[in-house]
């Protein structure tokens, strides 16, 4: 936390303009609130990238401390909204594991208990032109979570669920924020003691729901700094590094949905109780000496021929519900000689655990019947407990059979 010395001072509320060009007018019909903690700093050198050779990187421009908190919505409720910045890709660290993100600033009249929980969503999108500006901008990859340590400062890690190689020589990386149903909330950090004009909003000025996918059909959208309010989000994305071979991710595939492990896998296997475990490290694999799991037959273990960052080990007859599985590997080898001697990834199988809280009861059931009668997505795939792209009855029939089973 970095309290520093800076005094709290009131909302301030700014009806500010925007067009469909990239630079910010004053003809938005939506709101962007601030809520200012001391007066801005007069130091705007920018901070840039910081990259360590042959270790994990981190792309960012803040300094670590926010001096106002800014939302996007009419005064009565805030409106969805995307905050993101923009950064040059660097040689040797295109390999982005994870997104940085600190949340509102220690002078925020919005306390923190309003804010820890509220969902966001942490992405990350290509440049296909390399030109900085985002209106070609496509979405590579999100992951869905929580506000936490609000108003403290502190950075929350989000990581993707597979590592994102960016290509070209730009990349966009930041967050999603939703409509809340009461008084406008300032949220998403903003850091203005070093000016980049890195830093981008976008939504749709009529309090629609955002484009995620394609940043370029938002109507609203421009560099912060255009919006009378100079700086930069504190936002930052962490690259994976070139050196000493390390495992960056695991995740419990089935279909097209994983799950991050360590973490409950809530779903059934049927129909041969198969499951398969993806390893994704910094480097090319070259070579693994052996694969074995704790529960169940090992049916293979692949190098992906598309990613050889990945290791795709495959599981059959997992029947070992209400238990944690651990498959451990050892001997792994890399394209740049380095060997790492073990590692290992554990799955706690719960099947039917739909909220992912270590037992399964009625909230399980409820929310598949909930989610009844669609196909499986991002945000409602827990519930698909058969795995079969269609939340049905049989999702709900087989975890009513499951309930008051648990881990331990």
């Known amino acids: 936390m970095n309290q520093r010395t800076l005094r709290s001072l009131g909302l301030m509320i700014l009806t500010l ?27 705007r050198t920018p901070k840039h990238f910081l990259l360590l050779p042959l270790e994990p990187a981190q792309y960012q421009y803040d300094d670590g401390s926010a001096e106002y908190a800014i939302s996007f919505g009419n005064g009565a409720e805030n ?37 820890n929980g509220e969902p966001i969503t942490a992405c990350i999108w290509s440049d296909p032109n390399g030109d900085g500006d985002p209106s070609d901008a496509v979405l590579l990859s999100s992951v869905e979570d929580t506000i936490q340590e609000a108003n403290t400062d502190t950075f929350i890690t989000y990581t993707f669920l597979t590592p994102v190689r960016v290509s070209g020589t730009s990349f966009f990386i930041g967050n999603l924020t939703g409509a809340f149903g009461r008084p406008q909330q300032s949220i998403e950090s903003l850091d203005q003691n070093t000016l980049a004009r890195k830093s981008w909003f976008a939504a749709m000025s009529s309090g629609a729901p955002v484009d995620l996918v394609h940043l370029g059909n938002n109507d609203s959208r421009g560099i912060i700094d255009d919006f009378s309010n100079p700086g930069n989000w504190l936002i930052r994305a962490n690259a994976a590094g070139r050196g000493a071979l390390e495992l960056t991710s695991t995740v419990s595939m089935r279909g097209e949905f994983g799950i991050l492990l360590p973490g409950i896998e809530c779903r059934s296997g049927r129909p041969v109780r198969e ?20 529960c169940g037959t090992l049916s293979s273990s692949t190098i992906d021929s598309t990613d050889p ?21 050892a001997d792994i080898n890399d394209d740049q000689g380095n060997n790492l001697p073990a590692t290992s990834a554990t799955m706690s199988l ?59």
Do not use: M
């Open 79 to 115: 409106f969805e909204a995307l905050w993101f910045n923009q950064f040059d890709v660097q040689p040797g660290a295109d390999v982005i594991v994870s997104v940085s993100i600190a949340w509102g600033t220690p002078g925020n009249i919005t306390p923190a208990s309003v804010l």
């Open 309 to 329: 960052r990945r290791l795709i080990v495959t599981l059959t007859d997992v029947v070992c519900n209400e238990q944690d599985v651990t498959v451990s590997l």
């Open 275 to 294: 499951y398969s475990i993806i390893f994704t490290f910094n480097n090319n694999l070259t070579s693994v000496g052996s694969a074995n799991t704790s």
């Open 17 to 43: 303009v925007t067009s469909l060009a990239i630079t910010a007018r004053a003809d938005d019909p939506g709101l962007l609130s601030t809520a200012r903690q001391g007066a801005p700093k007069t130091n």
């Open 350 to 408: 719960l099947i039917g655990d739909v909220t992912a809280d270590g037992i399964v009861d009625r909230a399980d059931v409820e929310n598949v019947k909930l989610d009844q009668g669609q196909s499986a997505e991002s945000y409602n795939f827990r519930s698909d407990v058969t795995s079969s792209g269609h939340i049905d009855s049989r999702d709900t029939r087989l975890v009513k059979a499951l309930v008051g089973t648990s881990l331990p």
